[in-house]
């Protein structure tokens, strides 16, 4: 029987970067909203500054700001360890001007230590986006297909943050998410989950749902994804939406490709709206949108750095959610043909960014606005944090929850394990533990998955 997850030492104010990076790994602490990239892997001595990103990128969630709130101080701590760990002269926290109570409850804190600093952000929509983040809160330009180390910076979102200090001062691993369900629900709220129950039970602590043809949408409205009641919670899993079936969102969202790029071929004027509001266009990246919905409806090859440049896209959003007139798919039709390049191998060819665009300023896309445009204005409702009500009895761990190779099983069918006991342990090479949400009976293990009732 594998052991709970531990931090094995009690100074966990001294501890290095080694050390530190050992918790994480053996702990499962991933990303908690993003891609889940192993955390551990992180921390870089390269890293003169790290970040730790309160933006709330996408509309309607609200996790990260109540969470620094309530944990003002236990997080702020964590976060000047990490900037210790690695050496960083600088730790900003990215957060924008309009949560005042969060700011308020961190300026208890933070002049305790001397290298953290507040970034304020505007309300505007990518605010969150790693790229953008580091360039409003640092003024430094992340190469076009570059990762953030290569600039100097570490970024972590704050519930990241918050399970670090869990693990390394408690010895908790990773077993919960904190998930906002918001729409079409009685009572939205946000609640710590155990991970592997599933979507439908999640959406049960909201109360009744109030529509009769309720869609999961599960993420942000901006770049998340329709799924099933039946898919189970994981670390990455930051909101769900419940919207009804004929909402504009889900209805994008059903589109086919082959119908978009019709109608991009019928009806794309080349107004240029969705490069001149794209964020990674806006800083310089080679992406530009509208030559690519230009090329693709005409089959025009000649200029292959077209195509290749949608390996620049971050897939925000903007261009067919906010800037498009028409109601064109930039941003889906772009990710078909990035899907289509990798699948062949090909990899993000060399660029350098062009000037940040001065008109940048007058460029940002306001929430309000994008909420407002997207019909989802009425669902913008407080989501209190809360702990869950009901009772889970069964749970489907996946071994990849997170970015590199999936993590190991250690257990096998029939074994009992507590809450919190490692269950698949981390392969070789990038990845992180998988522990037990509830304690009870392994009743199923397979390389993709691990069953537990209680």
């Known amino acids: 029987m594998s052991e709970v997850g531990s931090t094995g030492k009690t100074g966990w104010e001294n501890m290095s970067m080694e050390e530190v990076s050992a918790i994480l790994r053996r702990n499962g602490i991933v990303g908690a909203g993003g891609a889940g990239f192993p955390t551990y892997a992180k921390l870089d001595k390269r890293a003169d500054t790290i970040i730790m990103n309160c933006a709330e990128c996408e509309p309607l969630l609200k996790l990260h700001r109540q969470l620094l709130e309530q944990n003002a101080k236990e997080i702020v701590k964590t976060f000047h360890l990490l900037a210790g760990c690695v050496g960083a002269k600088e730790a900003v926290i990215g957060i924008k001007k309009a949560y005042k109570k969060t700011i308020n409850a961190l300026l208890a804190y933070i002049g305790e230590y001397p290298e953290i600093r507040l970034g304020l952000l505007d309300e505007v929509y990518p605010a969150g986006d790693e790229v953008v983040l580091i360039y409003e809160t640092t003024g430094k330009v992340v190469p076009p297909g570059g990762l953030p180390i290569e600039s100097g910076v570490a970024v972590f979102n704050v519930e ?102 019709k109608r991009a071929a019928a009806a794309c004027c080349q107004c240029t709206m969705c490069t001149d509001l794209c964020p990674r266009h806006l800083l310089g990246h080679p992406i530009e949108p509208h030559k690519f919905m230009r090329a693709a409806t005409c089959k025009d090859i000649q200029d292959t750095d077209i195509f290749l440049n949608t390996m620049f896209c971050s897939s925000c959003g903007l261009c067919e959610n906010y800037s498009c007139m028409q109601g064109l798919s930039p941003r889906s039709l772009i990710a078909d043909y990035k899907a289509g390049l990798r699948a062949h191998g090909i990899k993000p060819p060399k660029a350098e960014a062009a000037p940040v665009a001065e008109e940048r300023q007058y460029r940002k ?71 037990a949400s509830i304690e009870g009976k392994v009743t199923e293990v397979t390389e993709k998955y691990i069953i537990i009732q209680k």
Do not use: W
């Open 160 to 261: 990241t943050v918050y399970n670090a200090y869990r693990a390394m001062a408690l010895g908790r691993p990773v077993e919960d998410k904190l998930v906002s369900i918001v729409g079409e629900v009685e009572h939205p709220l946000t609640v710590r989950l155990p991970l592997g129950c599933t979507i439908e039970e999640a959406v049960r602590e909201a109360g009744e749902i109030t529509v009769k043809n309720p869609v999961f949408f599960i993420g942000g409205p901006m770049m998340g994804f329709e799924g099933s009641g039946a898919l189970p919670v994981t670390k990455t899993t930051n909101a769900i939406l419940v919207l009804p079936e004929e909402h504009l969102l889900i209805q994008r969202k059903r589109r086919k490709s082959s119908i978009d790029l």
């Open 365 to 435: 896309a306001p929430m309000e606005r994008l909420m407002a445009r997207l019909d989802l204005t009425r669902y913008d409702k407080p989501a209190p944090i809360t702990e869950l009500s009901g009772e889970i009895r069964k749970v489907k761990l996946m071994c990849s929850q997170h970015i590199g190779a999936p993590a190991v099983p250690a257990v096998k069918e029939g074994d009992k394990v507590e809450k919190g006991q490692m269950v698949a342990e981390p392969a070789k090479g990038l990845s992180v533990a998988v522990h």
